[in-house]
């Protein structure tokens, strides 16, 4: 295996070091920006960044002092993920040291310090941190170790050639060593190296094991700090209720009764919300509650789901724009054998993290501070400074560890509500939404309703591939100069459906934006492809089903160019023992996917009730990330997601009547019991040199196409609108 060849970091300027305030080493790396909504944040004022010479702006840090304390100043926020563990072995294999020897520090906002080069903003999203991180990390790594072996080179008057590191220690040649503490400030004074080679993937000590998380002792023995446990002295507790219409006002509360209210302490009126603040939160319910809020539900107040499908069904037929054009479409289905056309349906989601959004601010006449789970801390600290009309650098975010965030936590709504209410009281609040609060005010996930057009020709093959998608874009809305082709093109829209791993002989792909009155849309987890590979793998089905010939066999035939796209197939075809004789009932249903640059193929197994009830029995995942940072990370991200996924498949829908969204808590909008879930088995292609790959969304993209293609294997029957748990079983 070849060792990776060595990069000029001079070229790219990514490294720089500097002693670190109070003595030590820092290095501090320049991760170069590369997407789109990075035009759109730097129009943003970022704060100013702290003092390495001027002329350098670092966005991560590693931080060595001369106690020998290594701490690694984490850019990404831990959701849940494991991205703390993740990152940190990237860090730790280079700078040989054990995991046990890092603390990891959450990274302030600084858009200038800790933009990740794949967001283009401080932000934690999209698969995107390990990919991010891969080589940026071990760079750093790597020079801060050769760094601090030149400078114990040094003392010793050797070669640094002679010289080892491990466990934090340099060897010296007749068997001499320092610490890395020791070293750390004569380390600070060594020039950067310019040229960094690292390991290659068979030297790799933590690169592919499974060391303890982190993050576990904390979360198990209760110590861990998230939102909801921050307790700042004389805060208080509020809660809020907006308009229950996006759009609605508010017209009177009885403010009286909410003051009479034992252990309320303020009532603040906004246009769109009430909020009611007391000694702790049953006073504040209780005082929500006697205030009795009218509101003036506005212009959406008639709005229904039936009435926004419609929409959707309607703005359908209307161009759009093309994303991707191979051949003549058109021609090659009307002249195909046989041609087939489907409408596939998905409903708005809610995001349901277990933690309720909640924020803890103090906003002073000097700054602000605030405590909250958020994926994007600089968006929190702008948000809070335009609407306090304090210097942004005089807002400090404390980031904290989320309750889940699937999304949810890449706005900044509740924390802009939070602001606004925070400004009228003089002492810290914590703000919470209730559940129903949370549920009824999500920010969605876009309704879909994609038309899908394919040829077959005699033999079974296919000649033409045509998909149409209609929905909402959240990036017009999130980061509007991210838009592609002069603003006509989302494409988080067709992520999935315009990069597939199949290769048709004629593809279309075009997307028609349709954005809904009653309801602001934001990605969910699995973003684009949770959508597109459903429709896909669905329709791929039907066409295998159309042409009479095995769904494996038949997406084989799509893929002989595509090595990695196969090798997954094959495995997991395998070992699901796929083929294999069911009982009565049962079926298999297989999804192929590639997004977030990672090749994953999936084998469900689902036993279908003659009363339509669905019973998930088993699920094989085959993967080719490329290379495995930690597979038991890996393997519980698979897991996690498929389960997230298929809870969204089965149960999940948000509806409006009246332009009120009807669900409110988990007793109608159902997560997945544990008793429910099917075993997962997770099996990883070793491709220790391939290109690295993301990892913690690709569960929930497979779920809802490989159970709906069980499904049919075990009834015949074909769902192409989720959620499948709503009587279709019964009904089709």
């Known amino acids: 295996m070849n060792a990776v060849a060595p990069r000029t970091l001079s070229r790219r300027g990514l490294l720089k070091a500097t002693l670190a305030t109070g003595g030590g080493l820092m290095i501090g790396m320049h991760l170069i920006s590369t997407a789109s909504a990075s035009q759109y944040l730097a129009q943003a004022t970022p704060m100013t960044p702290p003092d390495f010479d001027g002329d350098f702006e670092p966005n991560a840090f590693i931080r060595i002092d001369p106690k020998g304390v290594i701490t690694f100043i984490m850019r990404n926020t831990e959701c849940g993920q494991g991205i703390y563990t993740g990152a940190s072995t990237l860090l730790a294999e280079e700078l040989e040291v054990g995991m046990d020897q890092i603390m990891v520090e959450a990274a302030p906002p600084n858009l200038k310090l800790y933009t990740d ?47 080892t590191a491990a466990r934090g220690v340099v060897h010296g040649p007749t068997g001499q060593t320092l610490a890395y503490g020791d070293l750390a400030n004569d380390a600070a004074k060594q020039p950067v190296p310019t040229h960094v080679a690292l390991k290659p993937s068979s030297q ?18 209760g110590t861990s700090v998230f939102g909801m446990d921050i307790k700042v002295p004389g805060m208080k507790i509020g809660t809020v209720a907006a308009s229950p219409v996006l759009g609605g006002k508010l017209v009177r509360i009885d403010e009286k009764a909410a003051r009479a209210v034992p252990g309320v302490r303020d009532v603040v009126q906004l246009d769109n919300v009430v909020a009611v603040i007391g000694d702790h939160m049953w006073a504040a319910m209780k005082g929500l509650q006697a205030a009795n809020p009218v509101w003036d539900d506005g212009p959406n107040g008639q709005t229904d789901t039936k009435g926004m499908i419609a929409t959707l069904a309607q703005d359908s037929n209307k161009d759009g724009f093309i994303a991707k054009k191979v051949g003549d479409v058109d021609g090659a289905i009307k002249g195909a054998a046989s041609q087939h056309d489907a409408v596939y349906q998905l409903p708005f989601l809610a995001h349901a993290p277990m933690e309720p959004m909640n924020t803890t601010i103090h906003v002073r006449p000097d700054g602000a501070d605030v405590w909250v789970g958020t994926q994007v801390p600089v968006r929190a600290q702008m948000t809070v400074a335009k609407e306090t009309g304090l210097p942004q650098d005089s807002v400090r975010v404390y980031n904290q560890f989320m309750g889940g965030a699937f999304g949810r936590r890449l706005d900044v709504d509740s924390i802009t509500q939070a602001a606004r209410i925070a400004k009228h009281v003089p002492y810290p609040v914590k703000l919470i939404w209730t559940r129903e609060e949370d549920i009824r005010h999500d920010l969605y996930r876009p309704y879909y309703y994609d038309k899908i057009s394919a040829g077959l020709d005699a033999s079974g093959n296919v000649t033409g591939w045509s998909h149409r998608t209609t929905g909402s874009s959240v990036l017009a809305r999130w980061a509007p100069p991210g838009m592609q082709e002069g603003g006509k093109l989302d494409p988080d829209t067709v992520e999935g459906s315009a990069d597939t791993p199949y290769e ?86 297989v999804a192929l996917q590639y997004a977030f640059q990672t090749y ?22 085959a993967v080719d990330c490329g290379p495995v940072v930690n597979p038991d990370t890996l393997a519980a991200q698979v897991q996690g997601g498929l389960i997230f996924g298929l809870t969204m498949a089965l149960y999940s829908e948000i509806t409006l009547t009246n332009g009120r969204v009807d669900q409110s808590n988990f007793h109608d909008y159902r997560i997945m019991r544990i008793d429910e879930a099917p075993k997962v088995e997770v099996h990883i292609v070793h491709n220790p040199d391939g290109e690295i790959g993301g990892i913690g969304e690709t569960g929930t993209v497979a779920a809802a196409p490989a159970l709906a293609n069980a499904i049919f294997a075990a009834t015949g029957r074909r769902l192409r609108r989720i959620p499948f748990g709503t009587g279709q079983l019964v009904s089709s």
């Open 117 to 163: 080069p794949l967001l283009g903003e401080q932000a934690t999203g999209g698969s995107a941190s390990i990919r991010g991180s891969w080589k940026p990390l071990r760079e750093a790594g790597a020079a801060a170790r050769m760094m601090l072996i030149a400078a114990a080179a040094a003392k010793w008057s050797v070669d640094p050639s002679t010289c």
């Open 204 to 221: 790799f000590k933590l690169i592919g094991t499974s060391p303890r998380r982190l993050d576990t002792p904390a979360k198990v023995n």
């Open 504 to 589: 048709f002989p004629t593809h279309q792909v075009a997307w028609v934006q349709s954005e809904p009155d009653a309801v602001t849309t934001l990605w969910w987890r699995g973003v684009g492809p949770t959508h597109n590979v459903f429709v896909m793998e669905g329709f791929m089905d039907e066409l295998a089903a159309a042409a009479k010939q095995d769904p494996i066999a038949f997406r084989r035939k799509l893929l002989t160019k595509n090595p990695r796209a196969l090798g997954v197939l094959d495995l997991v075809s395998q070992k699901s023992g796929w083929g294999g004789a069911l009982p009565a009932g049962h079926g298999r249903g």
């Open 600 to 621: 994953m193929a999936t084998v469900l197994e689902v036993a279908v009730g003659s009363d339509g009830e669905v019973q998930l029995i088993r699920a094989d995942v």
